[in-house]
């Protein structure tokens, strides 16, 4: 059974950082897709950014420049680093694991609970 930890969330100011961990157990990683995705109150959830088994990063356009995402298989953690964090980034992050990276449709997608990031003005 693959579970998905995050941590890392809460509140912060605008212009400020915060760093969002995902601990995965129970998955070999390594070959698996990750990503961050974010829902705000009354909104969809949206894709924030991924970073596939091979280390390529996408991002959303709105967190281009300011977010990175990174990976340590070693530790089977997927990282958010958030700078310049601004209001509007407040919603619930989501850690999400999709694989294997290789084969499409993907075999099995997990979910996180969930952190909470709020950005204050």
Not at 3 to 14: D, I, K, N, R, T
Not at 43 to 63: C, D, F, H, M, W
Request: glycine share 12%; hydrophobic share 30%; charged share 20%.
């Amino acid at each position: 059974q693959v579970q998905l930890v995050e941590s890392g969330g809460g509140l912060v100011q605008a212009g400020r950082s915060l760093r969002l961990s995902c601990a995965a157990s129970g998955s070999i990683f390594s070959v698996d897709d990750l990503g961050w995705y974010r829902q705000a109150p009354g909104k969809q959830r949206e894709l924030v950014a991924t970073i596939t088994s091979g280390g390529t990063p996408n991002y959303a356009e709105s967190v281009k420049g300011r977010f990175t995402i990174s990976r340590d298989s070693a530790k089977k953690t997927v990282y958010l680093q958030m700078n310049s964090l601004k209001p509007e980034d407040t919603a619930v992050y989501y850690c999400n694991l999709q694989g294997p990276g290789f084969r499409r449709p993907y075999e099995y997608i997990y979910w996180g609970q969930g952190t909470q990031v709020t950005v204050s003005s």
